[in-house]
């Protein structure tokens, strides 16, 4: 079926707004990632799923970032009371099993520029 | 907790085999080696992956020594559209977050 996508594509706020990025993995995949890059850098991981369940939280940049799994498919991530350093391109990821032996098949990313 | 360390930058010319290593010395016993491409405003996609020794597909091959820790990306006779960043990926638990390393940047020229 379809591959990972992202949305919205783009997202523009002010400093301070809370934004939500919602994530559809590839159907039947019961891993999902979530990592962050800003420009020019490389990928920082923030957090995955495996179902409904996130075991280990310790990726998010602060207690602004929660995510949440419903169904073992869609994920949102949410950003509270956003900063400047939030801009970055937020990318999601899927794959069969939350195992390094299973690829990951990423999403478009969405962009985030916070004003 | 399995880390990566890979050049920063390389450049090579068009028709040139390019090698990038990838230096994992707390590799794990179950870890996996994948390594992924990405082009600029896109998401990373997936070349190779492999545990020991050699593998080989349409696209690269990948080199693997028996100690396992380090690993080289070979592309063969690259073109201008292999000019991205390659990331190498070790892990096998989630708990290790699968981390991602810095990338190389290739740079191909005419």
């Known amino acids: 079926g379809a591959g990972v996508s992202q949305s919205p594509s783009n997202k523009v706020t002010e400093k301070g707004k809370d934004v939500e990025l919602r994530c559809d993995p590839i159907s039947g995949h019961t891993a999902l990632y979530w990592y962050r890059q800003s420009l020019g850098q490389g990928l920082e991981f923030l957090i995955y799923?495996?179902?409904?369940?996130?075991?280990?939280k310790s990726g998010l940049p602060s207690d602004r970032f929660s995510a949440e799994r419903t169904g073992g498919s869609v994920s949102t991530l949410t950003i509270q009371r956003t900063q400047q350093e939030d801009s970055a391109v937020y990318l999601c990821?899927?794959?069969?099993?939350?195992?390094?032996?299973?690829?990951?098949?990423f999403g478009p990313g969405t962009r985030l520029t916070v004003l | 907790l399995a880390k990566t360390t890979q050049p920063i930058s390389m450049d090579s010319y068009e028709g040139q085999e390019v090698n990038i290593t990838c230096s994992h010395n707390n590799i794990a016993t179950n870890d996996y080696i994948t390594w992924y491409q990405q082009f600029p405003s896109q998401g990373p996609r997936f070349i190779i992956q492999g545990y020991k020794t050699k593998v080989t597909n349409e696209v690269a091959s990948l080199f693997i020594p028996a100690d396992r820790k380090s690993s080289t990306l070979s592309l063969p006779r690259v073109s201008l559209s292999d000019t991205a960043v390659y990331y190498c990926?070790?892990?096998?638990?989630?708990?290790?977050?699968?981390?991602f390393g810095t990338g190389t940047r290739l740079q191909v020229f005419p």
């Open positions: 990926l070790v892990g096998d638990d989630p708990t290790d977050k699968l981390i």
């Open positions: 799923f495996q179902g409904n369940s996130a075991p280990d």
């Open positions: 990821a899927s794959s069969l099993r939350a195992s390094g032996a299973d690829t990951q098949y």
